[in-house]
């Protein structure tokens, strides 16, 4: 069933004002999206498509020149291709396909200009925008009446909503500028007041995939974040506890919005290609080596009315992600093992994992390069800012070491782990005698294990399903990384099955 046409109209009191609509909008959209801009001459609609493209681009000097005679443009982004069309010339419907629009290109942002000379083609899932003159308010004042057809109906009305948290809390009319995502659905956007500057997020419930694990999206099961609520839990949390998480001025968690604090864009990461500051590091371990050894809650303050628990990393979840290998990883490098193989390889997972140390703690999940924020002018621990925590955990303490000096998107040096974990064990050590630096160290090769099994599996499932193939060159490093901690004698079962039915990841 089609649902029903979202509609609104805004007031715009001159370009900024379209521009700033437009990043907005932009946050919202996905490649595969349409946009019509529709209006008489003049009224606005090159420079929406403009101001949108160099938004995307990151680049407000981009030449953007109007496709009026060449019919279309094509722009290769950041995170797509964009194709900017304008039809007033288009005479005959056979035009169409010479410049690519008939039919649409998939996987492409695709804006169309006077989209009423080609009204056959357009798709019944689409965004309208329709620009309209307002003399009376300015010379530069226009209004707009966006309408989302079909599936792009909730776009609209999440644009609407997004609008009305901006103006509540007196963003509005601030400059925008876009911030690179991640893996997730979330979006991200730079707000500027004179030099000050915010980051909007933009984080829509969503579970990620169907419900296949009895009755649970994967999200659910593996107790990833579906809403913004553990965000907001954690980064309260982890202030309480002294730690550099952004400061959350304004909350929508109806609808997954926050305004939050900017801590920078300095990393602990530097050069061509990027390697860890070895300083920056020993700041985030001794960071984790603090946290691990404080008494932490499992259920903190989310409102004033209500708490947020955190979810154990049980057995089964681990398990969950553990058969990422199986589903997507082995399929895209045509592998089958058979049954007994993949019942013989849960089993021996389950096995290990049971036996591991009960010591929990709040295991952060992405504790790695591009989410520490390097903060100079602060010190201690509070130097390194913590930015995505919203999947936090109660797990054992090893997993976000691992996830530190195992880093999927750069090279870690394997003596700089070695010097970390070292590090690690001794501040650990200081606060408490009695801590077991082999049983650490066996759960850090399982947990290591366990980790990059599942990222082998992720970044398959994020090229196959998800159509971002940018991440399959991480997987070499990642392959690297698992036959490190496969070497430790615990795994020596486990490390036969993958050297007998793992191939590695295509360089």
Do not use: C
Request: charged residues 20%; negative net charge.
């Amino acid at each position: 069933m089609t649902a029903a046409p979202a509609t609104f109209a805004v007031a715009l009191a001159n370009e900024a004002a379209t521009a700033n609509l437009m990043a907005d909008l932009a946050l919202l959209i996905n490649a595969g999206d349409v946009i019509t801009l529709s209006g008489d001459l003049g009224a606005g609609k090159t420079a929406a498509a403009r101001a949108m493209i160099r938004y995307f681009a990151g680049d407000d000097a981009l030449e953007v020149p109007s496709p009026t005679f060449t019919l279309a443009q094509t722009y290769d982004l950041p995170s797509f291709t964009l194709l900017h069309a304008d039809l007033y010339r288009i005479e005959d419907a056979g035009e169409l396909e010479e410049i690519g629009l008939d039919p649409l290109p998939d996987g492409v942002v695709v804006l169309i200009e006077w989209p009423e000379r080609a009204a056959h083609a357009l798709p019944v899932d689409r965004i309208d925008i329709a620009f309209s003159h307002r003399p009376a308010l300015g010379a530069s004042a226009r209004a707009a009446e966006i309408t989302g057809h079909g599936k792009a109906a909730a776009q609209v009305a999440r644009l609407a909503a997004l609008r009305r948290f901006l103006e509540r809390s007196d963003h509005d009319q601030t400059r925008r500028q876009r911030m690179a995502g991640d893996a997730s659905t979330r979006s991200y956007a730079r707000l500027f007041k004179g030099d000050s500057a915010v980051i909007l997020m933009n984080a829509p419930k969503r579970p990620d995939g169907p419900a296949l694990y009895r009755g649970k999206s994967y999200s659910a099961a593996v107790h990833l974040a579906e809403d913004v609520r553990p965000f907001v839990a954690m980064a309260n949390g982890l202030r309480a506890q002294g730690l550099s998480a952004p400061a959350i001025h304004y909350a929508d968690l109806a609808n997954g919005f926050l305004i939050l604090e900017d801590l920078g864009s300095e990393g602990v990461i530097a050069g061509t290609p990027p390697q860890p500051i070895p300083e920056r590091y020993q700041m985030a371990t001794d960071l984790l080596a603090e946290l691990h050894h404080t008494p932490l809650a499992s259920t903190l303050p989310l409102t004033p009315q209500s708490t947020y628990t955190i979810p154990d990393f049980d057995t089964e979840a681990m398990l969950i992600e553990i058969s990422l290998m199986l589903e997507w990883y082995l399929p895209d490098r045509g592998v089958d093992p058979g049954a007994a193989a993949r019942d013989e390889f849960m089993a021996m997972w389950h096995a290990l994992l049971v036996r591991q140390p009960a010591d929990e703690t709040w295991v952060l999940r992405d504790f790695h390069s591009p989410n520490l924020i390097w903060l100079a002018d602060r010190s201690g621990i509070g130097q390194v800012g913590v930015i995505d925590f919203q999947d936090t955990v109660m797990g054992p303490p090893s997993y976000d070491l691992v996830s530190l000096l195992q880093d999927a998107r750069i090279d870690v040096p394997e003596p700089l782990e070695l010097a970390m974990f070292a590090r690690y064990a001794k501040t650990r050590r200081g606060f408490d005698p009695g801590f077991d630096a082999a049983a650490f160290a066996e759960s850090y090769a399982v947990m290591s294990a366990q980790r990059n099994t599942r990222l082998l599996g992720t970044f398959a499932r994020l090229n196959r399903r998800d159509g971002k193939p940018q991440y399959l060159r991480h997987q070499p490093r990642i392959w690297t990384y698992l036959n490190r901690s496969l070497a430790h004698p615990a795994l020596a079962v486990l490390r036969d099955w993958y050297a007998t039915h793992v191939p590695p990841p295509q360089t």
